[in-house]
Nanobody
Framework: QVQLVESGGGSVQAGGSLTLSCAAS???????MAWFRQAPGKEREGLGD??????????GVADFVKGRFTMSKDNAKNTLYLQMNSLKPEDTGRYYC?????????????????????WGRGTQVTVSS
């Protein structure tokens, strides 16, 4: 059982930055984790994935946010981060952290919703022009 709590959302002007946090409880070693977002009227989309084996974390972000968004993880705190720079109005939406239900041995995780069993409640990000 994994519980996820996101924080760090807020309202910023275009060009600004935010760092989202996802605090996880439960064992997330070798478990796929990811950030998703859902904009108003749109389907939820995957932003980046992460998996940690012991002290080594592997992560990657989707091409459409590469160069602006980066992910990191503090294994000691069991917290996943999403650093967002150069924010645009189209980045507005609710941002979710997710974790898979079972562990895996790879270094990449799919950004498909059906892979992820546990979800946080999300944190709202609003970017004004």
């Amino acid at each position: 059982q994994v519980q996820l709590v996101e924080s760090g959302g807020g309202s910023v002007q275009a060009g600004g930055s935010l760092t989202l946090s996802c605090a996880a409880s439960g064992n997330t070693d070798s478990v796929c984790m990811a950030w998703f977002r859902q904009a108003p009227g749109k389907e939820r989309e995957g932003l980046g994935d992460s998996i940690t084996h012991g002290s080594t974390s592997y992560m990657g972000v989707a091409d459409f946010v590469k160069g602006r968004f980066t992910m990191s993880k503090d294994n000691a705190k069991n917290t996943l981060y999403l650093q967002m720079n150069s924010l645009k109005p189209e980045d507005t939406g609710r941002y979710y952290c997710a974790a898979a239900g079972t562990g895996g041995g790879g270094t990449m995780c799919p950004l498909s919703e059906n892979v992820y069993r546990y979800w946080g409640r999300g944190t709202q990000v609003t970017v004004s022009s």
